[in-house]
């Protein structure tokens, strides 16, 4: 998988997250928002073809930065879930979804002749 694939497949888990919201499906939602993302998946590649570990894959994420830390976000929207705040939710997943659409990846290396 691509970034770019990568990219796009999470921006469609993301709107599927925010569809949880919208319904208020509490539930659904926490587990979406758990769920392993193919960033996340495409950042393990990166990091195992790097020789390091599954502890890794963080550092070869692109959405890592000081502004937007992955596993601080998934708690505060399901805490925010939980307190029934699903207007302030649906605010949090919008900011991701247009994070993810503005995202810019890297190209791939042309495949070998």
Same mark, same amino acid.
């Given at each position: 998988?691509?970034?770019?694939?990568?990219?796009? &497949? *999470?921006?469609?888990?993301?709107?599927? +997250?925010?569809?949880?919201? *919208?319904?208020?499906?509490? #539930?659904?939602?926490?587990?979406? +928002?758990? *769920?392993?993302?193919?960033?996340?998946? #495409?950042?393990?590649? %990166?990091? %195992?073809?790097?020789?390091?570990?599954?502890?890794? &894959?963080?550092?070869?994420?692109?959405?890592?930065?000081?502004?937007?830390?992955?596993? &601080?976000?998934?708690?505060?929207?399901? +805490? *925010?879930?939980?307190?029934?705040?699903?207007?302030?939710?649906?605010?949090?997943?919008?900011?991701?979804? #247009?994070?993810?659409?503005?995202?810019?990846?890297? %190209?791939?290396?042309?495949?070998?002749?």
């Amino acid at each position: 998988m691509t970034w770019e694939e990568a990219r796009q &497949r *999470t921006l469609d888990q993301w709107r599927r +997250v925010g569809a949880l919201a *919208t319904a208020r499906d509490i #539930k659904g939602f926490a587990h979406a +928002v758990n *769920t392993c993302t193919p960033l996340c998946e #495409k950042a393990q590649d %990166e990091a %195992e073809r790097e020789g390091l570990g599954e502890d890794s &894959r963080c550092y070869f994420c692109l959405r890592l930065s000081p502004r937007s830390e992955c596993r &601080r976000i998934f708690s505060d929207l399901i +805490v *925010t879930a939980l307190d029934g705040d699903w207007t302030a939710v649906q605010q949090q997943v919008d900011v991701v979804v #247009k994070d993810l659409e503005a995202m810019r990846v890297p %190209e791939e290396p042309a495949a070998a002749q």
